[in-house]
Every structure is written in C-alpha cells, then in structure tokens.
C-alpha cells in the first residue's frame, strides 16, 4: 500500500475513525458527535488518506477498541504504532504511557521520571495532548496530579477521561462529588 488509508466504523460511544499505512496504525479518532465530524478530524490528521476496507490485523484493533469502549478488557501492547512524523520525545512518552496497566493511573511527573526527565512534566502533557492513538497508547491513564481527572482536556475531556477510568476500575476510590450527582439525574421533564 502506498500512503495511509482509514476506515470509520461503529462503537457503542459512537462512530470512530482509523488511519493506518505500512508502519502501524497512523491515527485513532474517538467518536464525535456526528459521524460527518469524526471523519473531518481523521481527514484533517491524514488528507492524503483514502477510505478502504481494514484489513485483518487492522480489523482486530478496531474490535479490541470497541471491547474498551464497552467496558471490556482489550491488549493493545503488541499493536505496531507508526510513529513516523512524530518528535522523538513524543514517542518516548507515548511508549511509557502504554506500559501503565489498565486500572492503573500514572501522573505527568511519574513519566517524566520515568523518562529520566523529572523537569519535563509540561513537554509530556504536551506530548499527550498531542497523542494521535488514544486508547492504544491510553492517555486518559495519565493524570495532572494523584486522584486529579481534571486537566489538559485531550481526546474527549475530562468527562471521557473518567468514563473510561470508570470502566476500567481506576476510579474505584474517587469520592462522588456534586458534578457527579448531576451528571448522573435524569434531567427535569416539563409538565404541560
């Protein structure tokens, strides 16, 4: 195959977008509100990109994101990322941020450490904000600060972060707040 191609396909969140060449997986768009906006962004991250049929091993990486998005367990470890275009520092973050098991959380100065940069907390939020395979390289694992879901708001915001925290059991100790009692009511009906 010569240049990238991306499917758009079907979760339980919604539809979400892949792009994939040679090298791996390219880019993961999480789903929008519409699918017409999923496919913008995707487009808008690989213009060259060209709608195809996935092929098997692309296949399996788009049932192991709809799994996660249904609150099941997916291993994304072996998925070959092509990280070609990207700043180096950016790769190193994303490949410690796939190293943090599902239920667990990390914060930004934990990878920095990890990375043998403690100073560089800011470039790893950055590199994060960047990150163009969330779910495969889980960023919504990576906080600000212990038990902060709040934060740079990438890939869907802090509401998606806790979502997916939520379904993957990392949230467990988190104490409900107000916000949560609102998010969770139903909202009034009118009587007329």
């Known amino acids: 195959m010569v240049g990238y191609a991306y499917t758009v396909f079907d979760t ?28 913008r962004r995707i487009l808008w991250q690989f213009p060259e990109a060209r709608e ?5 091993d692309i296949v399996d990486v788009i049932d192991g994101i709809g799994l996660v998005l249904r609150g099941q367990f997916a291993d994304f470890s072996d998925i070959l990322l092509d990280f070609n275009g990207l700043a180096p520092f950016d790769c190193r973050v994303y490949d410690a941020v796939r190293a943090i098991p599902r239920g667990e959380t990390r914060t930004r100065a934990g990878i920095a450490a990890t990375l043998g940069s403690s100073s560089a907390t800011h470039a790893v939020g950055h590199a994060l904000a960047l990150n163009p395979f969330p779910l495969l390289v889980p960023c919504h694992r990576v906080l600000a600060a212990p038990g902060r879901i709040d934060g740079i708001p990438t890939n869907g915001g802090a509401v998606t972060r806790a979502r997916l925290l939520s379904l993957e059991g990392a949230l467990a100790s988190r104490r409900p707040t107000l916000f949560d009692a609102l998010l969770s009511a139903a909202p009034p009906r009118l009587e007329r």
């Open 52 to 56: 195809r049929p996935p092929p098997a």
């Open 12 to 39: 339980a969140v919604g539809p979400c977008a892949m792009a994939w060449g040679d090298d791996g997986v390219a880019g993961v768009q999480l789903a929008n509100v519409r699918e017409i906006e999923t496919r």
